[in-house]
């Protein structure tokens, strides 16, 4: 036995049998009554109502009205409940014997109402099941027999994207191959966002990397058409209130909320991209009244003649030491420590530190702990994960001096 929806108890499913149709129907009654007591009312005060041809005695012995289903559940003297009958009768008739028991108004010495709910098709009930389970079934058959194809379709889309995004600008901002050439641009966030618009075929987006503004972003909003597509979070209404304030950004679009334009499906892309607003509408609703000049803003410190060649030195000089020079703006020596102390040191330093040259790899934390020591050069073996570049400090590394 198990409960039904209205607290009382199912005394067994509805046998459907060869059934087309289920009438469901609610009973109120005033007065306490058994399950026996409904089903005697259903058939007495029904019959010789309906004519010989649609009597629910006779019906029911023949197999054209299945086993009638009544639940029942007393509280406070009323009982309350539900009637379920089969019918494989058409759709008319059946609709007849439905409003049969809505003339229904006594259950033994009790007042009652009989209200019918709807009337089910089971064969449309049947055919979505059908439908679900066809779809699970091809679902686990796609899993089984294709995982293989699939792993080697994706590696090689994952291949092709890697390889299209490129470099661009003096700040090597992560960008789609269309970037120089296109008309229009779209400036995401980071790296992950133009990989991700990449796999779905847009192949004209940048990132700024980072909170301030490169320089390279600013020049080309001069020159294109410029859709800012940023993330639906804080990060991103502050990435956004900057490039509308530097940059001569055209349209705005914004991933929904919560989201990052990295995670979106290709659907969520292209809508919000559609749904674009101008960047003057954008800086109203946002109290931006002008645009900040440029020249307010740092930009990336160029290497001066000779700087190349000093810093190639110095790296050369510290391969496979695991140490470290900092650098004074004449390139001098200030300190020797070893790397895993750099940190440390940094922060501890009273001088001002010009350059730091290290054997070592650059991390997105000595990128911070640099920045706040106004160091302008990190010249490091190579770089890992550095998502925040601060427009003021230049990373050189390892190859870019030439060295293996």
């Given at each position: 036995?198990i409960k039904n929806?209205?607290g009382?108890?199912?005394?067994?499913?509805v046998?459907l049998g060869?059934?087309?149709?289920?009438?469901?129907a609610?009973v109120?009654?005033?007065?306490?009554?058994?399950k026996s007591d409904?089903?005697g009312?259903i058939?007495?005060?029904?019959?010789g109502?309906?004519g010989?041809?649609?009597?629910?005695?006779?019906?029911?012995k023949?197999?054209?009205?299945?086993r009638i289903e009544?639940?029942i559940?007393?509280?406070g003297?009323?009982s309350f409940g539900?009637?379920?009958?089969?019918?494989s009768?058409?759709?008319?008739e059946?609709?007849?014997i439905?409003?049969?028991?809505?003339?229904i108004?006594?259950?033994?010495?009790?007042?009652a109402r009989?209200?019918?709910?709807?009337?089910?098709?089971?064969?449309v009930?049947k055919?979505?099941?059908i439908?679900?389970?066809?779809?699970?079934i091809?679902?686990?058959?796609?899993?089984?027999?294709?995982?293989d194809?699939?792993e080697?379709?994706e590696?090689?889309?994952?291949?092709?994207?890697?390889k299209?995004?490129t470099?661009f600008?003096?700040?090597?901002?992560p960008a789609?191959?269309?970037?120089?050439?296109?008309?229009a641009i779209?400036?995401?966030?980071?790296?992950?966002d133009?990989?991700?618009?990449?796999?779905?075929?847009?192949?004209?987006?940048?990132?700024?990397?980072?909170?301030s503004?490169?320089?390279?972003?600013?020049?080309?909003?001069k020159k294109k058409?410029?859709?800012?597509?940023?993330?639906?979070?804080r990060?991103g209404?502050?990435?956004?209130?900057?490039?509308?304030q530097?940059?001569d950004i055209d349209?705005?679009?914004?991933?929904?909320?919560?989201?990052?334009?990295?995670e979106?499906?290709k659907k969520e892309?292209?809508?919000?991209?559609?749904n674009?607003v101008p960047?003057?509408?954008v800086?109203?609703?946002?109290?931006?009244?002008?645009?900040?000049?440029p020249q307010?803003?740092?930009?990336?410190p160029k290497?001066?003649?000779?700087h190349?060649?000093k810093f190639?030195?110095?790296l050369s000089?510290l391969?496979?030491s695991?140490?470290?020079?900092?650098?004074d703006k004449?390139?001098?020596?200030i300190?020797?420590?070893?790397?895993?102390?750099?940190?440390d040191?940094?922060?501890?330093?009273n001088?001002k530190i010009?350059?730091v040259?290290f054997?070592?790899?650059i991390?997105q934390r000595?990128?911070?702990?640099?920045?706040?020591k106004?160091?302008?050069?990190l010249v490091?073996?190579k770089?890992l994960?550095?998502?925040?570049?601060?427009?003021?400090?230049?990373?050189i590394?390892?190859?870019?001096?030439?060295?293996?």
């Amino acid at each position: 036995m198990i409960k039904n929806e209205l607290g009382g108890i199912e005394m067994g499913k509805v046998d459907l049998g060869t059934a087309k149709y289920i009438i469901h129907a609610k009973v109120e009654i005033n007065g306490v009554v058994e399950k026996s007591d409904v089903v005697g009312a259903i058939f007495g005060q029904t019959e010789g109502l309906l004519g010989n041809d649609l009597d629910l005695r006779e019906l029911q012995k023949t197999g054209r009205i299945g086993r009638i289903e009544v639940n029942i559940r007393s509280e406070g003297g009323r009982s309350f409940g539900t009637v379920q009958v089969p019918s494989s009768l058409d759709r008319v008739e059946t609709a007849i014997i439905a409003a049969a028991l809505e003339t229904i108004d006594r259950v033994g010495p009790c007042e009652a109402r009989i209200t019918v709910e709807r009337i089910e098709d089971v064969r449309v009930t049947k055919r979505k099941k059908i439908i679900e389970r066809a779809k699970e079934i091809l679902m686990t058959l796609m899993e089984e027999i294709t995982p293989d194809s699939m792993e080697i379709t994706e590696e090689v889309k994952e291949a092709v994207r890697l390889k299209e995004i490129t470099t661009f600008g003096a700040e090597k901002l992560p960008a789609g191959p269309n970037v120089k050439d296109s008309d229009a641009i779209i400036v995401v966030e980071g790296r992950a966002d133009v990989l991700n618009l990449l796999k779905h075929g847009i192949k004209n987006a940048i990132a700024v990397e980072g909170t301030s503004i490169p320089r390279t972003i600013i020049e080309l909003s001069k020159k294109k058409t410029v859709t800012a597509f940023v993330d639906g979070d804080r990060g991103g209404e502050l990435i956004l209130r900057e490039l509308l304030q530097v940059a001569d950004i055209d349209f705005v679009a914004r991933a929904p909320e919560g989201k990052e334009v990295e995670e979106l499906t290709k659907k969520e892309i292209f809508k919000a991209l559609r749904n674009k607003v101008p960047a003057e509408q954008v800086m109203m609703s946002l109290g931006i009244t002008k645009r900040e000049s440029p020249q307010h803003f740092h930009i990336e410190p160029k290497v001066k003649d000779g700087h190349y060649e000093k810093f190639k030195k110095y790296l050369s000089e510290l391969h496979g030491s695991l140490k470290a020079y900092l650098l004074d703006k004449d390139l001098n020596v200030i300190k020797e420590v070893a790397v895993r102390d750099l940190l440390d040191s940094l922060k501890s330093s009273n001088e001002k530190i010009y350059a730091v040259v290290f054997d070592g790899i650059i991390t997105q934390r000595l990128v911070e702990v640099a920045k706040d020591k106004d160091v302008e050069f990190l010249v490091g073996a190579k770089v890992l994960n550095v998502t925040k570049k601060p427009a003021e400090l230049r990373i050189i590394t390892a190859s870019e001096l030439g060295l293996s």
